[in-house]
Every structure is written in structure tokens, then in C-alpha cells.
């Protein structure tokens, strides 16, 4: 990650360069270039990456680079077909060659047969084709054949993500990651930098409502100017919730910013992590100081702005009912949740296998937390990777949540099965699911159903 924003100073420095020098053009340049190429390079600037014709460019691949990186980012937004990273492609390609860059899978295929290509031409008609079909259902309602209506909303962490969420078909931001705005930066954000973010997305009026998730730094992201203690499970130290209500000025900047830009549209407050009841008051107490330090100042803000906790920690599962008086939603993070439920660490090789959305009793204490959400009159969305996995959507519907929100990407597939599926059918699903011992004998029946339903979609994955 530190490399990475190592190569963003390199990026400056060589556009400065380029500008005072008088070559305010990209470095990228096509002369001689026929039809659309696909661009090899050592790397490439976010401001080369910006400024690409997308009439002349097929995609592009790079020796460095991650996910994290800028050019990538901005690839996903701009959608255009990227691998980076692969090490040495510079090395291996030569102008003219005919190479295939699949971002979907991570490949790059140097001077591939004409059996493969044809492969690759054919999928890339078919990937066409399926794009123009998704954004056609993404207009459409999610709706159930019975006339259930299940929300959805999509995960993003930049604003840069905004046309994406509107062409996709979310109806509001389930999750808005604000990790982004503490990684991308030397110095941590003030509160007029919360401020100004969260006002633009306030002030999308494609979107009925925005969820703000509060600073979820620990676990697997650090930041270099917070001090945290060094700690052999860091997954279940300090972090989240737990370490804003230590790092009370850290917790407030944020906050005041959230509370300034709701004066502007629908946004919700998200806190993560929390374990006890104990943990969702001093949580509220901070926000109700915040709130007070608003109102001395004169300063407009949404005095009934909503305020949810997410469902990650089996404990919180098991006192759903005691938590859901205190607040006006849950969100579910799956993720967090699935491991700690099962005491794995899905990015361990050794133990990945054991991670089963579809455990029992993941299923079991999701089913609880809605149970438990809904006898208290609040609503529950679900956050976490299996949102966007449509061959959970049954499960999901059948469990009678009331939102899903997930990457972009994925709106319109899952549109698609909600709108094919019956919830009646769904429910009695999850309770057929339900008295099963194990993970595979609850996804056969499921991958059964879909078969039947979506033969054209779910009938391959079925038979195997």
C-alpha cells in the first residue's frame, strides 16, 4: 500500500515536470497506432489514466500496481479492462503483438491461438450483450413475483463511484466505506474535509438515502497517524467503534462533519463493531455531544438523523433485541461476521475452506437479528459479500430483510433473481435449510431451486 502511494509522488513529480517543461499532454501517445490498442507499461499515473481515449483504448496492463492503487480505481469507475501488477508483462510484449487482457479473471494472454481468441471474442459479445440486458433490469423494481419489495443499495468507498451506482440501479448507498479518506492521506481528515465529502454525497438527488459507516480502521487497515498498540490479534482488538470511543477527537471530527452535510439529504450514521449495549450509548452519548456543539454554534444539522449499528459480532446477534431499542437500524456485515462465528480466517489458506456463508448457525443468527429488528420495528439491511452473490439471494429473501446493498456490479444480477423468485417459496426454503446439519446439504437444495428456476443462469453450477 506504502509503494503505491510512493508511485502517486512520482506521478506529481513527473506531471510537473512535463508542464513546465511545456508538455502539458498525456505521456501516453498513439501516432501510428490503427484501430483500438491495449496499452503494456511499467505503470501508469492516474492522470494518464484519466485522460485515456477510451475511443482508441481497449484496456491496459502494468507490471506494479494493486487494487489499492489509484489507476486502478479510476479503471473500475471508468470501467476499462486493467490487469496490473503482473511483474515483468513489459518484458514479455512487444509492439504489435496481439494480446488479450481479461480483467474479470486477472489474465493476460500474450499472442494468443486463434482457437483462443475466438473464445475471448465470443465472451466479450456475450459480456456486451449481458451488459446491455443488466441495465435494462437495473431500471427495474426488486420485486418478488408475490409483491415482496426488498431494498437495494450499493457498497462504495469514492465518490468517483457515484455515475456507477445511478447506471446500476441502486436506489440509495447501503454502505459508504470512509476508511478511503484516513488511508488516502498523510494527515488525518479535519472536519471540514468530512464535511465536504459527505455533503456531495448528501446532495445526490438520484438517491433516497446514504449510509455513513464511522471510521472501521484495525483489523487489516492501518493508518500511520493514529496510534494503535501493536497486537497479536488485531481482528479482535482495537479497532472500530472501540477505538473512536478512545480516540474521542479522532471520533468527533467525523461525526460533526456527517451531522453538517445531513442538513443537505438523506444520510444515516453507521457505527461498526459493537458488542454490547454499553459500547452503542457512549457511541450515541459522543453523537448527542456533537449534536449539542451544533446547536451552540448555530450550525443547521438533521436533529433526526438516523443511527444504526452493525450486526458483525455474535454477541450483538444474540442481544438483537436489547441493542434494536436503542437504535433505528441494523446493517449486517457477513463478512465479520462468518468469521468470527466460525473462528476462521478466511484469508488463511490453510482454514479458507471452512469458510460457509450457508453454516447453520450463520444462518441461524442472521435469522435472529431480523426476528429480533422487525419486533422492534426497525428495519435490517445486509452489507457483507453474500448481498452481491445472487445465488444467496433466496436465502436472503426468504429471511425477510429488508435491504441488500452490495457492489454496483452486482445490482442488476441479483434484480433479476429477485424478480424471478416467489418469497412464500424462499421462506419455506430457509426452514428446509434450517433443520440441515451442514453447510453442502443446505447449498444442494438451494443450487436445486435456482437449477429449476434460472436453468440458463445456475443449471452448470448445479451439476457440478
Known amino acids: 500500500y506504502l509503494r503505491e502511494r510512493g508511485q502517486d509522488i512520482n506521478y506529481i513529480y513527473n506531471r510537473l515536470i512535463r508542464i513546465m517543461v511545456k508538455r502539458k499532454e498525456s505521456s501516453i501517445t498513439m501516432h501510428g497506432m490503427r484501430g483500438k490498442s491495449i496499452i503494456v507499461a511499467h505503470d501508469l499515473s492516474p492522470a494518464d489514466t484519466i485522460q485515456l481515449n477510451l475511443n482508441r483504448i481497449s484496456g491496459f496492463t502494468t507490471d506494479i500496481g494493486g487494487r489499492t492503487s489509484h489507476t486502478s480505481i479510476i479503471a473500475r469507475a471508468l470501467e476499462i479492462p486493467a490487469v496490473v501488477g503482473t511483474g515483468n508483462i513489459t518484458s514479455l510484449v512487444k509492439t504489435g503483438d496481439t494480446v488479450i487482457v481479461d480483467g474479470d479473471d486477472g489474465v493476460v494472454i500474450i499472442n494468443p491461438t486463434r482457437e483462443t481468441q475466438k473464445k475471448y471474442i465470443s465472451k466479450q459479445l456475450r459480456l456486451k450483450n449481458q451488459k446491455k440486458e443488466f441495465l435494462r433490469i437495473a431500471k427495474l423494481k426488486p420485486e418478488s413475483q408475490d409483491g415482496f419489495r426488498l431494498q437495494v443499495g450499493a457498497n462504495i468507498e469514492l465518490l468517483a463511484e457515484m455515475d ?214 426497525i428495519e435490517v439491511a445486509l452489507c457483507g459479500e453474500m448481498a452481491g452473490e445472487p445465488l444467496y439471494t433466496p436465502i436472503l429473501l426468504g429471511l425477510e430483510l429488508d435491504e441488500l446493498s452490495m457492489n454496483a456490479y452486482a445490482i442488476p444480477r441479483v434484480k433479476k433473481v429477485i424478480r424471478g423468485l416467489n418469497q412464500g417459496r424462499c421462506k419455506e426454503l430457509v426452514n428446509e435449510m434450517m433443520a440441515k446439519e451442514s453447510a453442502k446439504e443446505g447449498e444442494y437444495l438451494l443450487r436445486k431451486m435456482m437449477g429449476e428456476v434460472f436453468p440458463h443462469d445456475f443449471t452448470q453450477s448445479y451439476d457440478q
Request: hydrophobic share 40%.
Open 164 to 377: 456507477l451506482v445511478e447506471s446500476y440501479g441502486a436506489s440509495g448507498i447501503g454502505l459508504y466505506r470512509t476508511e478511503y479518506l484516513y488511508l488516502s492521506s498523510k494527515t488525518l481528515p479535519t472536519e471540514e474535509d468530512h464535511y465536504h465529502v459527505y455533503r456531495k454525497l448528501a446532495e445526490n438527488k438520484h438517491l433516497k438515502y446514504v449510509t455513513v459507516r464511522t471510521l472501521d480502521i484495525g483489523g487489516d487497515k492501518f493508518v500511520s497517524h493514529i496510534e494503535v498498540p501493536k497486537e497479536m490479534n488485531p481482528a479482535m482488538g482495537l479497532r472500530a467503534i472501540r477505538l473512536c470511543i478512545r480516540e474521542t477527537a479522532l471520533f468527533k471530527a467525523q461525526l460533526m462533519g456527517i451531522l453538517r452535510a445531513s442538513a443537505h439529504g438523506p444520510l444515516k450514521i453507521l457505527i461498526p463493531m459493537v458488542s454490547g449495549i454499553d459500547e452503542v450509548r457512549r457511541a450515541k452519548a459522543i453523537i448527542q455531544e456533537c449534536m449539542e456543539e451544533l446547536k451552540a454554534k448555530k450550525i443547521p444539522f438533521n436533529e433526526n438523523i438516523r443511527i444504526g449499528v452493525m450486526i458483525e459480532v455474535p454477541s450483538a446477534c444474540m442481544i438483537s433485541d436489547l441493542i434494536a431499542k436503542e437504535v433505528d437500524f441494523f446493517s449486517i456485515g457477513t463478512n465479520d461476521l462468518i468469521q468470527y462465528t466460525l473462528a476462521i480466517d478466511r484469508v488463511n489458506e490453510y482454514v479458507s475452506y471452512l469458510y460457509e456463508p450457508l453454516h447453520p448457525a450463520v444462518l441461524r443468527l442472521i435469522q435472529r437479528t431480523v426476528q429480533n429488528a422487525h419486533a422492534n420495528k
